[in-house]
C-alpha cells in the first residue's frame, strides 16, 4: 500500500462515487479517458513519491535561510521543482492551445493528493503558482497573459497572492498598500506585506506577486482595492528579465509547520520606483482575489485531508506492526502480546481518522467534480447550478479537513504513543504542518460568518436547494439496501433536526438580529460541515454496496466492510453532536456572546 494515500480508495472515489469517467462525455474532456487518467495519476505518484516524499522531513529541519540579500533552500526543492514543471502538471487545467492538458479538476485534485500527502511544503510552490496564473488566464490582459503566463507555466516564474498587512490581517478593507498612477500607465505600489507564502525563493528566475493595492483616491473599505502584477524582477513582453524590480524581502517568519515553504514580509516601494500593472478594471481587485482565494481554500482543504491521511496510513501501520499487550479477558501472562490494532481503544482511534480523512478527500474530490460541471457542461442553467453548489460549500470544504484533519494527526500520534511525539516518526510534524490549515486562507471564524451570515441565503436559497436535493438522491437509494437502512434513518433524524436549525437561523437573521443569530456561525459552520460528509459517507456506503457487494474477492470484501463500519462511526459516534449543537443555535444562547473582556 502506498504510504500516501489508498489507492483503492481514491480508485473509487474517483471512478465509482463521482464517475470520473463520464466528464470524457463533455467536449471540454472528450479527448480523454481511463488510460490517459490512470496514466498521470500513476505518473503523479511516481513523482511524489520519488521527488517529494524523501526530502519532506529535511525541508522541515532545516528551514530556508535568509542571509539579508538571497534567501537559500535545500537543493532538493528546486529539483522537485523542475520535475513539476516538467511533467506539465502546473498549466494541466488550462486550454491546449495555452499549453495545459484540459485535465478535470477532479483528476488533477487526484493528482495533488499525492504531492499534498508527501510533501506539502515543496508542493506549495507550484500550487501557488498555478493558482496566481489562473487569475492572470482569467482577468489579465493579452499583453499580460502572453507575458507572464508562458514562463510561469514552464516553471521559469512562481507565483503568490500578496494580501496580508502587518496591521490588518483578514480585515482586507482596511489595507493600506498604495498605488500611485504613472505616465506610462503603470503603477507604482508602496506598502508592506505580510505572510506572503513563497514571497522569495532561490528556485525560479523571477517571482509573481499579485498584489492587493487601493488607488490613490479609490473609494473606502473593500469597494476601493484592486489587483496588481508586480514581478520580483521586470519583465520584457517575451518574458526575459529587465531588471530588478523595487520589491525587497524584509525577512523571513518561523513557522511550526510548513516550514520548507518560505513564509515571508515583503516591502514593495523602499525606493517609490515598485513598477505594478493593473489586472482588470480598478476597484475591483478583490472579486478577481477571491477566484484564487477560492480556489487556494479548496486546496487548504485537500491538503488539510491528504496531511491527515497520510498520518493515518502511519498510524495504521504503526498499529498493525507493533505487539503490546493481550487482550482483555486474557489473563495469560506467558502469552503471545498482540498487536495494537486489535485493542478497542486504538481501533477507535483509526476509526476516527478513517472517518475523519477519507470523508474529507470525498468532499474535496466533490467540489472538484462542480468544478468540472460548471466548466464543461453545454448545459448552462447545470453548469450555474454547480456553480451555486460549489459557492454554498467552499467554506465546509475549506473547514472541515482543516479542523478535523489535525485531529486525526492527533489521534495518529496518540496510536504512537511516546514514538509519536518523536522526529523520528513522521507523524508529529504531519501534525505540525497540518495545524496551519484552520488558519490558511480565511480561519474557521471567517468561514463560519461567511456560511451562515452570506452563503446560505443567497440567490435565494437555491444552494440549500441544489444540495438537499442531492442528499435526498441518496437516500433514496441507500434506503433500499438492507445494511444502510438504520444509518439512512439516522440521517434522516438529524437531517430533521437541522433544517429546523436553518429555518429558525434564518428568521432571526431576517428579522434584523445580525449580532445574535451570527453569534456562534461556528457551532452552525460544524453541523453542516458534518451533515455535508455525513451525507457523503451514506453516499460512499451505497456506492461500495453496488460495486463490491457481489465480489468473491477478498481484498472487496474488506473494503466493503471497512466502508460500511466508518459510515456507521461516523453516523453513531460524530453526528450525536448535531442536537446539542442544534440546542445551542436555535435557542440562541449568549454565554459566549455576552462574555465581557474584562471578565477573562
Not at 42 to 65: G, I, Y
Request: charged content about 20%.
Amino acid at each position: 500500500m502506498s504510504k500516501l494515500v489508498n489507492e483503492k480508495d481514491l480508485e473509487f472515489l474517483l471512478y465509482q462515487v463521482f464517475d470520473a469517467e463520464q466528464l470524457t462525455q463533455m467536449a471540454r474532456f472528450s479527448d480523454h479517458d481511463r488510460t490517459t487518467f490512470d496514466g498521470i495519476l500513476k505518473t503523479s505518484e511516481q513523482m511524489a513519491e520519488h521527488d517529494f516524499l524523501p526530502h519532506n522531513a529535511k525541508a522541515d529541519a532545516q528551514e530556508p535561510q535568509f542571509d539579508g540579500e538571497t534567501v537559500t533552500t535545500i537543493p532538493e526543492v528546486k529539483a522537485a521543482w523542475k520535475h513539476f514543471a516538467e511533467s506539465g502538471l502546473i498549466s494541466a487545467r488550462h486550454n491546449f492551445a495555452d499549453g495545459g492538458m484540459q485535465l478535470p479538476s477532479l483528476i488533477h485534485a487526484a493528482c495533488n493528493a499525492y504531492f499534498l500527502a508527501a510533501n506539502p511544503s515543496t508542493a506549495g510552490y507550484p500550487f501557488l503558482t498555478s493558482a496566481a496564473a489562473n487569475v492572470i488566464h482569467a482577468f489579465g490582459s493579452e499583453q499580460q497573459k502572453s507575458t507572464f503566463l508562458p514562463p510561469m507555466f514552464d516553471g521559469r516564474f512562481a507565483g503568490t497572492m500578496a494580501l496580508t498587512e502587518p496591521d490588518v490581517g483578514s480585515s482586507l478593507g482596511d489595507l493600506t498598500t498604495k498605488a500611485i498612477p504613472h505616465a506610462d500607465g503603470s503603477y507604482r505600489i508602496k506598502g508592506q506585506k505580510m505572510y506572503i507564502s513563497g514571497g522569495d525563493q532561490d528556485i525560479t528566475e523571477n517571482i509573481v506577486h499579485l498584489v492587493l493595492a487601493r488607488i490613490e483616491g479609490a473609494p473606502a473599505g473593500v469597494k476601493g482595492i484592486s489587483l496588481f502584477i508586480v514581478p520580483k524582477f521586470l519583465t520584457n513582453p517575451d518574458g526575459s528579465l529587465a531588471g530588478r524590480n523595487d520589491v525587497k524581502l524584509a525577512g523571513l517568519l518561523h513557522k511550526m509547520g510548513y516550514r520548507g515553504t518560505t513564509s515571508t514580509v515583503l516591502n514593495f516601494g523602499e525606493q517609490d520606483n515598485c513598477h505594478g500593472y493593473l489586472i482588470g478594471e480598478a476597484n475591483k481587485g478583490l472579486s478577481y482575489m477571491f477566484k484564487m482565494m477560492n480556489e487556494a481554500r479548496i486546496g487548504v482543504g485537500l491538503g488539510a485531508a491528504m496531511i491527515g491521511y497520510r498520518g493515518y496510513l502511519e498510524s495504521l501501520d504503526y498499529a498493525r506492526n507493533r505487539p503490546q499487550g493481550r487482550h482483555i479477558d486474557n489473563r495469560e501472562p506467558n502469552s503471545k502480546p498482540i498487536n495494537i490494532v486489535e485493542h478497542a481503544d486504538v481501533k477507535r482511534m483509526l476509526l476516527a481518522q478513517k472517518s475523519y480523512v477519507e470523508g474529507s478527500l470525498a468532499l474535496c474530490l466533490f467540489a472538484s467534480r462542480l468544478v468540472d460541471e460548471m466548466e464543461g457542461e453545454v448545459d448552462q442553467s447545470k453548469a450555474e447550478d454547480s456553480a451555486i453548489l460549489l459557492d454554498l460549500l467552499t467554506p465546509i470544504v475549506k473547514s472541515f479537513p482543516s479542523y478535523y484533519g489535525p485531529r486525526a494527526n492527533d489521534l495518529a500520534i496518540q496510536v504512537l504513543g511516546g514514538s509519536g511525539y518523536i522526529r523520528e516518526y513522521p507523524v508529529e510534524q504531519c501534525y505540525r504542518d497540518n495545524r496551519l490549515n484552520p488558519i490558511h486562507e480565511g480561519t474557521h471564524g471567517i468561514q463560519s460568518l461567511d456560511l451562515l451570515g452570506r452563503k446560505m441565503w443567497q440567490y435565494n436559497g437555491k444552494g440549500q436547494q441544489l444540495l438537499l436535493a442531492k442528499v435526498k438522491q441518496t437516500l433514496r437509494s441507500a434506503i433500499q439496501k438492507r445494511p444502510l437502512t438504520p444509518l439512512v434513518e439516522m440521517y434522516q433524524r438529524h437531517l430533521t433536526v437541522f433544517i429546523e436549525c436553518v429555518m429558525a437561523l434564518g428568521q432571526k437573521l431576517q428579522q434584523g438580529e445580525v449580532e445574535q443569530g451570527l453569534a456562534n456561525s461556528a457551532v452552525f459552520l460544524d453541523m453542516m460541515g458534518k451533515m455535508v460528509i455525513g451525507w457523503l459517507w451514506l453516499e460512499m456506503a451505497d456506492k461500495a454496496v453496488e460495486t463490491f457487494a457481489d465480489s468473491d474477492v477478498e481484498e472487496d470484501q474488506q473494503f466493503l466492510a471497512g466502508k460500511l463500519q466508518a459510515a456507521q462511526y461516523f453516523m453513531r459516534w460524530e453526528m450525536g453532536e448535531i442536537n446539542h449543537q442544534a440546542k445551542l443555535l436555535t435557542t440562541f444562547d449568549t454565554t459566549c456572546l455576552d462574555m465581557q473582556a474584562d471578565w477573562f
